[in-house]
């Protein structure tokens, strides 16, 4: 109780009283007996009462505790109960273990105090972020904690600790600019979050009585899911075996937030340098995709492939998803493209291409990939239509054909090679250029 001390006057003293008891009434005065209560059972208000000997007025302030300046409350005129309802915010909160009181005081200067009471919310770190591999993202912090420097003061609550999870996201109906907000309340400091196929902002508190709302913004927690694509782009078809380059570029979906209150939308742009992308194939389009090989993307977002042509085959680029704390982003798996191989032609003549009349000609084929094809020699007859000569069965992709030939001038010739599969993969066909054979 705090008490006005015996005055002595002597050799110049003044002496005064030490300040005793956690409650205090000045002497003299009439307020003593300040109490506390929650006012229902929302925790939204609090009833502060105290007793006195005679009406007065009384002023009510709140006395923070940590160094801050006492916060007004309001007053009540002495005709009025000895009762004020005060809104838990105007408390407010604090991640601090300070202990704060209520102080009641009177018109005439005395004043009483509340019993100590502390107007804690646990603080909350960064969540950690996993994208499982259904879609749905694991959120965990690590659980609320901190030292209850006043127990069982009149407004500790025998709760569990809960946690608020807000999303900010692209999502009607919009409350924030261009964004709406999705709430989640668990007793639990991890969670799963459904795949909502869209980035989104994550906002953890802790929520209690002195902050039933959470604290986002303030002392909780902040993570950033974002989403990925792919482009690429390939050649319809290049030679056997010619090296050909498959390009893309990856980008991200993210929520831009600016300002306070924040200006909220989703956008998207080029993901840096540095991505590891994966370039898959298969070989019919019900075949399993299988790995080729892994590059990185450079500035702008961009990559790049370099291979052989191998034979026909289906190829995509993958981004795998990509967990961390507090960021996570959802991998992404571009349009698949068909890339057609044809048979390369390195060789298609005469070993003589003039021959003298009665001489067997002999034609040569060279073709790549390296196989045992049947190519087919051909000539244009007299009314300029391609007509056939013979078989060869080619060994390694080479074959020379020596056939009677009784045709004097120049005549054209061609070899047409079907379509062949190598290693799995098919090969189109093709007719080589048009090559001359001239007889005397």
């Known amino acids: 109780m705090l008490l006005k001390g015996t005055i ?9 009283a030490g300040w005793q008891g956690s409650s205090a009434v000045a002497a003299g005065t009439a307020v003593s007996g300040v109490d506390l209560a929650w ?40 005709s009025a109960p000895n009762e004020l309802l005060v809104n838990t915010s105007q408390l407010g909160s604090t991640s601090s273990s300070a202990i704060s009181k209520i102080v009641v005081t009177d018109q005439s200067g005395g004043e009483a105090s509340s019993p100590g009471f502390d107007r804690f919310v646990p603080g909350v770190s960064d969540p950690e972020l996993v994208v499982m591999a259904d879609g749905r993202v694991r959120w965990s912090v690590p659980a609320a904690s901190g030292q209850d420097t006043t127990p ?14 807000i999303l900010r996201l692209n999502e009607l109906p919009y409350t924030v600019m261009n964004c709406g907000e999705v709430t989640f309340t668990t007793t639990e400091p991890s969670g799963t979050i459904a795949n909502r196929n869209k980035p989104y902002d994550l906002f953890v508190d802790t929520v209690n009585e002195w902050a039933p709302n959470g604290l986002h913004g303030g002392i909780g927690g902040y993570g950033h899911v974002s989403t990925t694509a792919l482009t690429l782009s390939a050649p319809g078809s290049s ?9 893309g570029t990856l980008s991200g979906r993210y929520i831009y937030e600016t300002g306070m209150p924040p200006a909220c939308m989703e956008t998207s742009s080029a993901i840096g340098s540095g991505e590891l ?15 080729i090989g892994t590059t990185h993307t450079v500035a702008g977002g961009k990559y790049t492939f370099s291979l052989p042509n191998p034979g026909a085959r289906e190829y995509r680029t993958v981004v795998a998803n990509r967990s961390g704390s507090p960021t996570a982003s959802y991998g992404s798996t571009s349009a698949s493209r068909l890339v057609r191989a044809t048979t390369r032609v390195m060789s298609a ?39 056939g000569v013979a078989y060869k069965t080619l060994y390694a992709g080479k074959g020379l054909l020596q056939f009677p030939w009784n045709r004097r001038g120049t005549t054209q010739f061609r070899w047409y090679v079907p379509t062949s599969t190598h290693n799995g993969l098919p090969v189109g066909p093709v007719y080589t ?7 005397r």
């Open 239 to 247: 030679g056997y075996g010619v090296p050909m380059t498959l390009t």
């Open 277 to 291: 992308v994966t370039l898959q194939g298969r070989n019919t389009s019900t075949a399993s995709w299988y790995v």
């Open 152 to 165: 069982h003061d009149p407004l500790d609550l025998d709760e569990l600790a809960r946690y608020s999870l």
């Open 433 to 439: 250029g048009p090559f001359s054979l001239t007889v």
């Open 39 to 78: 006012a229902d059972a929302t925790h939204t208000k609090i009833r502060i009462t105290w007793t006195e000997t005679t009406p007065v007025a009384n002023s009510l302030s709140l006395e923070p505790g940590d160094g801050a300046d006492p916060v007004s409350l309001g007053s009540v005129p002495a």
């Open 349 to 387: 003549k005469f070993i003589t291409p003039t021959i003298s009349y009665g001489t067997r000609p002999q034609a040569y084929l060279w073709v790549n990939p390296a196989g045992t094809q049947r190519a087919a020699l051909q000539y244009k007859n007299s009314t300029g239509a391609w007509q």
């Open 8 to 16: 002595a006057v002597g050799c110049g003293l003044v002496l005064l």
